[in-house]
Each structure stands twice: as C-alpha cells, then as structure tokens.
C-alpha cells in the first residue's frame, strides 16, 4: 500500500492525471486495452476535467481505453446524482473515446437485473484472466464507505457476486454497486480523498482494528498488494 499526500484537491487531481496517464501508456505497451472503473461522487471530478484538458487529452490512447464505473445512484441518468452522467459531463462527452467500450450500470430496468446484466458482461470481459481492470478509482466517505459498501449493510462481505443492488435506507435510494471481489482482483487501485470532512474517515481505515462492518473501505485489499492512497493534507489531518 502507497499512501501520496498532497497540498490540496488541485495538486492531487494533477499528481493522479500524470500517475494514470504514464501507467496507461505502461500498460498499452503490453496489451491492447486498458479498462479503468470510474468513481462517482465529487472529488473525481477536477481529475476528469484535466485528463480532458489539452494537457493531457494528446497523451492518452483514448480509443484503446474502456469504461465501467465503480456504483451507481438508482436514478436516471439525467439525473444530477448519477454517477454516469457525472463521468460524461465531465469526461466521457470531451475525448474520443469508442461508445462501445464504455460501460454503463443500467438505471432505466428493475435494479437486481441491471446487476445481473452488469456482472454477465463483467464475466463475459473478463474470461478467467489474471486479474480485472487495470485500474479502480475509488472515493470514500466520510463513514468510511467506498463504492456503495456502506456500514453495516451484507453487500460489504459480498464474497461470490461480482455486482449487487440493494436499498440504502439512509439515502432513501437504491444503489448497484461492485463487490469487493471483482475489485480486489484489479491490477491496481486507487483511493482519491480531499477535505477535512474525511479526515476521521481516512484515519480510521487506515488504522483503526480491521472492522468492515463500521470501516468497510478496509474490504478493499487487492491481491497483488497495488494499492494507493492519494489524499490531500485536509484529508490526512488525523494521521501521524
Ligand atoms: C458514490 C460514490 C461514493 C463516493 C464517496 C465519496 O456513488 O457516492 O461511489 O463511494 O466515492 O461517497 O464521495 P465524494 O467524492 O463526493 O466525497
């Protein structure tokens, strides 16, 4: 595990847009695609616009990347909260990327079927390789959640399924999310965290006695050990 702490949300979304844009360009010198799951919620987002900026739009082989996304909020995708539409607004609708390599949670059918069409073409994808995608991008909580694992729901100790749906009593909402086995098996992933707000968060998974009922982003353990945290000062507040 590799813990990068940086000045501030602008630096770390800058440090991250170098990071993947050398690890994809490593990866594609080896083999033809590069998947990445997308994080929703807020902190991802000044990374997606820098990655689409001049910047760094020219070194990415956008056409030889493909996407999924790590939850998604019960709600059509026209909503604000969806974190689909967040990843087109602020990526996915200003790089040339191939339609068809990007991979939707359906929110427009029953929940439990978009999960089980969600995991037949993860399986389908995915035909026994050595390991998932290439590379996770996840945020966390200030409860420390990740994806939609959230405290004290079953869906945290998911040991055979690959995507879940279930209600989130506490968001009045229902949220599809990844398990912890299909993202335990990515090449690399990478925790984003900014702002004070996480700071408790932060230090209680990274320290606190392995409890993934109260701190489930603690479920998060790749097997190959890749595993970075980048944060921000605001957000490492509580470590020593
Ligand atoms: C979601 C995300 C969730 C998010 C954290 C942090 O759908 O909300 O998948 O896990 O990454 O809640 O969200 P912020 O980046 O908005 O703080």
Request: charged letters at 20%; glycine letters at 4%.
């Amino acid at each position: 595990m590799e813990l990068i702490i940086t000045k501030d949300i602008d630096e770390l979304s800058r440090q991250v847009a170098v990071w993947i844009t050398a690890y994809i360009e490593k990866v594609l010198k080896s083999q033809p695609r590069f998947t990445i799951v997308l994080s929703g919620g807020s902190t991802p987002q000044k990374l997606y616009r820098l990655l689409a900026s001049t910047g760094f739009l020219k070194n990415i082989e956008w056409s030889r990347l493909h996407f999924f996304w790590g939850d998604e909020r019960y709600v059509p995708f026209t909503d604000q909260r969806n974190n689909a539409k967040m990843g087109f607004d602020n990526l996915l609708d200003h790089v040339p990327v191939i339609k068809e390599h990007i991979h939707m949670i359906r929110t427009d059918i029953e929940p439990s079927a978009s999960a089980t069409e969600y995991e037949s073409i993860l399986k389908n994808y995915f035909p026994g390789n050595n390991h998932t995608f290439d590379l996770v991008l996840l945020g966390l909580g200030d409860n420390a959640h990740t994806l939609s694992l959230f405290p004290g729901y079953e869906v945290v100790n998911e040991k055979e399924h690959w995507v879940s749906s279930f209600y989130l009593e506490e968001q009045n909402m229902v949220r599809i999310t990844l398990t912890p086995p299909v993202v335990n098996a990515a090449a690399r992933v990478a925790f984003l965290v900014s702002g004070n707000d996480k700071a408790r968060a932060l230090h209680q998974v990274l320290t606190a006695k392995y409890d993934t009922n109260r701190y489930p982003a603690q479920i998060i353990q790749p097997v190959n050990d890749e595993l970075y945290w980048w944060v921000d000062e605001a957000a490492a507040a509580e470590l020593e």
